[in-house]
């Protein structure tokens, strides 16, 4: 695979691939395991792709990830242990999540979700705030819901 590996993880949540970025101890595999969690306790389809580290790769206009073949399937507890996940191959990435510090966040942006060219793939990019799974799975939701309307809340 090639194009560039990046410090993220991946899940995928219905028929919806999410990179989530943020710095070491932001809550990444927290909010990641919380999104699985919530979609599977509604009877939708959700899992890890990758988790700490990410594999990016264009095909044609769709931003692809995947995980590093030596973490894959595993997500790491933290302060626990590195533990086994089930887990996808790869992911269409339709939506770019990134973890900040809250007192860095905007109460009410002007724009709620942007773009990012990764990959020279543009994509939908939301910023949330770090360790506040709570707060990040309700925006990830209304995101969403505004960028594919008419799809199932899968979360």
């Known amino acids: ?4 590996s990046i410090h993220a993880n991946c899940v995928i949540v219905g028929t919806f691939g999410m990179l989530i970025r943020g710095a070491a101890g932001s809550g990444k595999s927290l909010l990641s395991e919380t ?3 919530t979609a599977r306790a509604k009877g939708n389809f959700a899992s890890l792709v990758a988790d700490d580290r990410v594999l990016l790769r264009a095909q ?6 995947r995980s590093p073949e030596t973490i894959r399937g595993r997500i790491e507890i933290r302060g626990f242990a590195l533990e086994e996940m089930a887990h996808e191959p790869e992911a269409h990435v339709r939506l770019v999540v990134d973890l900040r ?3 860095t966040l905007d109460r009410l942006p002007e724009t709620a979700i942007a773009q990012e060219h990764l990959e020279g793939v543009l994509v939908a990019l939301m910023t949330s705030p770090s360790n506040r799974p709570d707060i990040s799975l309700r ?3 209304w995101a969403l ?3 594919f ?3 199932p ?3």
Do not use: F, H, N, W
Request: glycine share 10%.
């Open 139 to 141: 925006q990830v939701r």
């Open 60 to 65: 044609g206009s769709r931003l692809l990830a």
């Open 145 to 147: 819901r505004k960028l």
């Open 1 to 4: 695979m090639t194009g560039q």
């Open 153 to 155: 809340d899968y979360i």
């Open 149 to 151: 309307p008419g799809s």
């Open 101 to 103: 510090p809250l007192e």
């Open 35 to 37: 999104l699985i969690e």
